[in-house]
């Protein structure tokens, strides 16, 4: 059916103080069934969940389009990544260890890798049943039970993701949903039986859930905001750079954390490269995400709509150019009139110091300003309170590595960008928050060492 914009699909209750305290202490007697068996057992378990999800596909990414209204040609790449991202897991899962340490006498020590018990995971509206499978697939695989709040203004797909959970053979409770906003959020950091939090959202939150957690010194996850910057050198392939460019801001109608958003151009291609990056941006094709030709749906609700227009308003007054885009766009189809649609924008004659320069929008709107040398543009690249992405594009690799190594931020790219492989970590510096998904650093921050030290011998004392 065409996506009704504006409609209410459903409604979910939100989840008081008595019910998350019911899924924490479900997910707790869950989690000694779990922690008791062998990687290799859990290791089965995901990956059925895996197959379950590649089996489900086209339905699961329907239902995220029409939760997110992202097209469904990008929800089907989610999809693909969310059950990679559980075999990876799953691989891992069996190979978990610790290590032995030969000490003087015959003694020994040796290391246990343990779980941490139940793990809080807060998702984003951007990415929500990604988001869920990057959280639970590392946590699990390690033996913890999660408790996953996603966002108020996506709700739905998660729960799809519990039912899977539950089909492929978790015990009952390991991966619980509550539903509701900040005050749901509250009871779940503060509750005492939460051994860890992960987050991704915005800095502001991050804050209040890293004071929270300090309150119950809680181990924290934060993947929040960024203001990235992505490096066009003039010796770059152009095609490549636009694309990259186009990758960079416009994914999920631009609502990405790593996103691109400062396009810094060599001067001596400049013209050039604005001129096609403007062309190709007019040529996206805009409308109801169900249809397999759309490339950007709707932004995901009118406040944000809004607040999207109020930053090109703004820039627009800072002395910024419109290029092209950045206006409300109504469709065709009457049912889709009341869409929360704007067109892509991009914006010329930006100066570092312009708002939409320096904060997160998380909406389509590219920012294109000029440099000379490499050194300036490094400084300039650093010149931010975030440190989530960076990107370059040049055909001198010698450059491209000395431009990522300078760049403070957690995630590069080398002449691509907005490409998350459930094998490599992702996360950022600075203000972007600590910690990280994905990798086998991931298996860092969802379990614990334990130390100990055996004695062959007999105890000498000083005493």
Not at 142 to 150: H, I, Q, S
Not at 161 to 190: D, M, R, S, W, Y
Not at 298 to 312: E, K, S, T
Request: a neutral charge; charged letters at 20%; hydrophobic letters at 40%.
């Amino acid at each position: 059916c065409k996506m009704c914009p504006g409609r209410v699909i459903s409604k979910l209750l939100c989840s008081g103080e008595k019910e998350v305290d019911l899924a924490v202490q479900s997910a707790k007697a869950a989690f000694k069934i779990w922690s008791q068996m062998s990687g290799m057992e859990r290791s089965r378990v995901l990956l059925e969940a895996a197959r379950i999800i590649r089996e489900q596909r086209e339905e699961i990414a329907t239902l995220e389009t029409i939760n997110n209204g992202k097209s469904i040609f990008e929800a089907r790449v989610d999809i693909d990544i969310s059950w990679q991202c559980l075999e990876y897991y799953a691989g891992l899962a069996g190979s978990l260890a610790g290590e032995h340490i030969q000490l003087p006498g015959g003694s020994f020590g040796y290391t246990r890798r343990e779980p941490l018990g139940v793990c809080v995971g807060i998702g984003a509206w951007n990415y929500p049943f990604q988001i869920a499978c990057w959280k639970s697939a590392p946590a699990l695989a390690c033996g913890n039970a999660m408790v996953f709040k996603p966002s108020p203004f996506t709700p739905v797909s998660v729960v799809r993701l519990a039912e899977i959970f539950t089909e492929a053979g978790v015990p009952k409770g390991l991966f619980n949903v509550v539903q509701g906003g900040a005050a749901t959020g509250q009871f779940l950091c503060h509750h005492p039986d939460v051994a860890k939090i992960s987050f991704t959202g915005s800095v502001p939150t991050g804050i209040k859930i890293m004071e929270m957690a300090a309150k119950g010194i809680k181990p924290v996850t934060l993947e929040l905001g960024g203001k990235s910057p992505l490096i066009i050198f003039s010796d770059c392939v152009l095609e490549n750079a636009v694309n990259g460019a186009l990758m960079a801001n416009f994914l999920t109608q631009g609502e990405v954390c790593c996103n691109g958003t400062r396009v810094f151009v060599e001067r001596k291609i400049l013209d050039v490269f604005t001129k096609e990056v403007v062309k190709r941006t007019q040529k996206i094709k805009i409308g109801d995400p169900l249809l397999e030709d759309t490339r950007m749906g709707a932004l995901i609700n009118r406040p944000h709509l809004d607040r999207v227009q109020g930053f090109i308003k703004q820039a627009k007054e800072q002395g910024a150019e419109v290029l092209c885009g950045g206006d409300l766009y109504v469709p065709d189809d009457p049912k889709l009139k009341n869409g929360y649609y704007m067109r892509p924008c991009v914006l010329g004659n930006c100066t570092d110091d312009m708002t939409c320069v320096k904060e997160e929008i998380f909406g389509p709107v590219m920012s294109i300003l000029p440099f000379d040398t490499e050194e300036e543009v490094v400084q300039r690249a650093n010149a931010t309170k975030f440190g989530l992405a960076g990107g370059v594009f040049t055909r001198d690799i010698q450059k491209a590595h000395r431009v990522v190594a300078a760049l403070k931020a957690g995630m590069c790219f080398i002449n691509n960008y907005n490409v998350s492989p459930v094998e490599l970590p992702f996360g950022g510096y600075k203000a972007s928050g600590f910690g990280r998904e994905n990798g086998r650093a991931a298996i860092e921050y969802y379990s614990q060492l334990k130390t100990v030290c055996v004695e062959m011998g007999d105890v000498e004392s000083v005493f």
